[in-house]
């Protein structure tokens, strides 16, 4: 189950609420393991810089149990766990006669895990009215 809600633009700040209610699939399946059940994710995401040529945005996210038990984003000792913490650069390029956004996002996760990653939206706009697609 995810949520997350938007204060707007005058204090654009982003909470993020992640929650699996039944935990991880292979623990419960497997051996009929439901300890990790409600683990849950939260995350505060807020730009930097915006309407710029790069937009700069920050994030940080932790995880923790609902019910009191470990929860599937940590090491299985504490119940609240820092999950991780970093920012996202973000721009429009255009292709063409195509505008394609580009995103870069590093992340320095406490599980152990510094990554980051490249990645780009593509969306398909439809020629004419939508209700043409259908026929």
């Given at each position: ?39 849950t ?42 999950v ?24 320095e ?22 209700e043409?697609?259908?026929?």
């Open positions: 189950m995810r949520t997350a809600y938007n204060f707007g633009e005058s204090f654009p700040l982003t909470l993020e609420a992640d929650v699996f209610l039944f935990g991880s699939v292979g623990a419960q399946y497997t051996n009929f393991n439901f300890e990790q059940r409600y683990s994710y939260v995350q505060v995401f807020y730009p930097l810089v915006k309407e710029s040529k790069v937009d700069i945005s920050s994030f940080v996210g932790a995880g923790f149990s609902l019910n009191g038990d470990t929860h599937l984003y940590g090491d299985g000792t504490r119940n609240l766990d820092m991780n913490v970093g920012f996202t650069a973000s721009k429009t390029v255009k292709f063409g006669d195509k505008n394609v956004p580009v995103f870069y996002c590093t992340l996760s406490f599980c152990k895990i510094c990554q980051s990653a490249i990645s780009s939206l593509a969306f398909l706009k439809a020629k004419g009215p939508v043409n697609l259908a026929n």
